[in-house]
């Protein structure tokens, strides 16, 4: 269990319901019922703790993966063809650059001619505008009449291709998208369920500490 995994709200949650067990473990009972409650009071009281830490542990790993992702993007090897003498190469980026309409890509040294190239754009949405910008620039009519793709001998089934190609990704993309918003609310809905129950159990706690609280009122 990693204590960076908490919020600050779950870490005074945690004091909370630990000082309310500890209190209620040295609670004297007087018959089987008030042991038994208190018993189940008890793991309740844990039983929340610990599907809340399981639930962070696993919120604070995607963050951590993530991060990783973009931290290490540097040290990935991507597949990239050199536009000088068209050897696929897989390499390690040199560097990343900012380029036509504000987009970035890497910047590759190709081992077999060794010049440094271009790659693709190498964020999703960067990936999309440069393909949807090419697709145009491809199939808008010319003032002369024809298109660029006609001009430069693409035949329209190669047209179809790249324009479903990039319709997959963009369902793809969205699909993450859509994904990260759900967690996203899950997230919060655990936040706010947090910030309720700080305030259900430190009245509790209150009671408790004045005395006047006993297992099963609330
Ligand atoms: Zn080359």
């Known amino acids: ?37 208190l018993e ?8 929340l703790e610990d599907s809340l830490r399981r639930f962070a542990n696993v919120r ?3 963050k951590i993966a993530k991060e990783n992702l973009y931290k290490n993007r540097f040290f990935e090897f991507y597949e990239e063809r050199c536009e000088h003498c068209k050897h696929l ?7 990343e650059e900012i380029g036509n309409l504000e987009l970035t890509y890497y910047v590759f040294k ?9 790659g693709l754009h190498n964020t999703d949405e960067g990936f999309i505008t ?19 793709a006609h001009k430069a001998k693409i035949s329209p089934q190669e047209i179809k ?13 969205r699909k993450e998208k859509e994904e990260d ?19 259900t159990y430190t009245l509790e706690k209150h009671k408790l500490m004045s005395g006047n609280k006993t297992i099963g009122e609330s």
Not at 161 to 172: A, H, P, V
Request: hydrophobic share 25%; net charge negative.
């Open 40 to 47: 189940e009071y008890i793991n309740m009281n844990q039983n």
């Open 89 to 95: 190469n897989n390499l390690q980026p040199l560097r």
């Open 181 to 199: 918003e759900v967690q996203r609310k899950n997230d919060e809905s655990v936040a706010e369920n947090v910030r309720n129950a700080i305030v």
């Open 130 to 148: 440069w393909n949807d910008h090419i697709y145009k620039l491809m199939t808008e009519p010319h003032p002369d009449g024809g298109t660029l």
């Open 161 to 173: 291709g790249m324009k479903q190609r990039i319709d997959d990704y963009k369902e793809t993309v």
């Open 1 to 37: 269990m990693n204590e960076e995994a908490y919020t600050d709200d779950e870490k005074e949650l945690f004091e909370i319901l630990e000082f309310l067990r500890e209190t209620y473990k040295n609670t004297p009972t007087n018959n089987d019922k008030e042991k038994k409650d």
């Open 60 to 62: 604070y790993e995607r």
């Open 110 to 118: 190709c081992v077999n001619c060794n010049k440094e190239f271009n």
